[in-house]
């Protein structure tokens, strides 16, 4: 019994620091300053362009800059991310896709 239970504790430790590790907030005291990024031409009517858009890179936020891309499905439109000002600083918010909301008749 105690053979199968110490692997078993051993590897929940594991998947649990991974996973806590994995979805850790960076804080920065000072936000970074947005680059522009020249806006292209649309590649087509279905594609929406993202403006502001940074990423977690070695305990810092690097700069993705804009890009076109096309919604996951129809009728979704882009909330943008922003930045989240708190005690221990700065922190980005990254955007999200969001359905539209349902009218209802009354």
Known sequence: M??????MVLL????FTVSF???AQIYV?????????????QPSPSHVWIDEDW???????????????VPPRSGYYRKPGH???TRRGNRWI??????PARHHRY
């Open 29 to 41: 005291k000072i936000r970074p300053t947005i680059q522009i990024t020249p806006r292209p031409a």
């Open 55 to 69: 990423e977690q890179n070695d305990g810092t936020y690097r700069y993705s800059g804009g890009r076109c891309v």
């Open 83 to 85: 930045w989240q000002k």
């Open 12 to 15: 929940f430790a594991i998947f």
């Open 2 to 7: 105690k053979k199968k239970l110490i692997p």
């Open 94 to 99: 990254q955007g999200r896709w969001s359905k």
């Open 21 to 23: 590790s994995a979805t």
